[in-house]
């Protein structure tokens, strides 16, 4: 069983940058695609970021490309989600997620996810 701990979030002005984690537990970390979804409040939970097994190859959502950077440290069975250039419609939980495979096909359905961190709470302030 594959457990996900997400932490890093906080509350932050808009311009500014923060770095989320997941640690992965119970499982070899390069055996999984892994992604980043958000939900705020009110409105569908969103395809951020996912990497591939070895972190080679990532995707990225269009509202968040170039600003925000999936990684890898499968050495420490993590995951990152550096978040440049916070802005307040980023708002939102973070969900660090998980899924049997080492081939990233572009941002997925959660749906297709196995695996769920609790989520950590990001508020970017104007």
């Known amino acids: 069983q594959v457990q996900l701990v997400e932490s890093g979030g906080g509350l932050v002005q808009a311009g500014d940058s923060l770095r989320l984690s997941c640690e992965i537990s119970?499982?070899?970390?390069?055996?999984?695609?892994m992604g980043w979804f958000r939900q705020a409040p009110g409105k569908e939970r969103e395809a951020v970021a996912a990497?591939?097994?070895?972190?080679?190859?990532?995707y990225y959502s269009d509202s968040v490309k170039g600003r925000f950077t999936i990684s890898r440290d499968n050495a420490l069975n993590t995951v990152y989600l550096q978040m440049n250039t916070l802005k307040p419609e980023d708002t939102a939980v973070y969900y660090c997620?998980?899924?049997?495979?080492?081939?990233?096909?572009?941002?997925?359905?959660?749906?297709?996810?196995?695996?769920w961190g609790q989520g950590t709470q990001v508020t970017v302030s104007s």
């Open positions: 997620t998980g899924k049997a495979g080492r081939f990233a096909t572009g941002l997925r359905p959660g749906s297709e996810y196995d695996y």
């Open positions: 990497t591939s097994g070895t972190g080679v190859v990532n």
């Open positions: 119970g499982r070899t970390a390069s055996n999984y695609v």
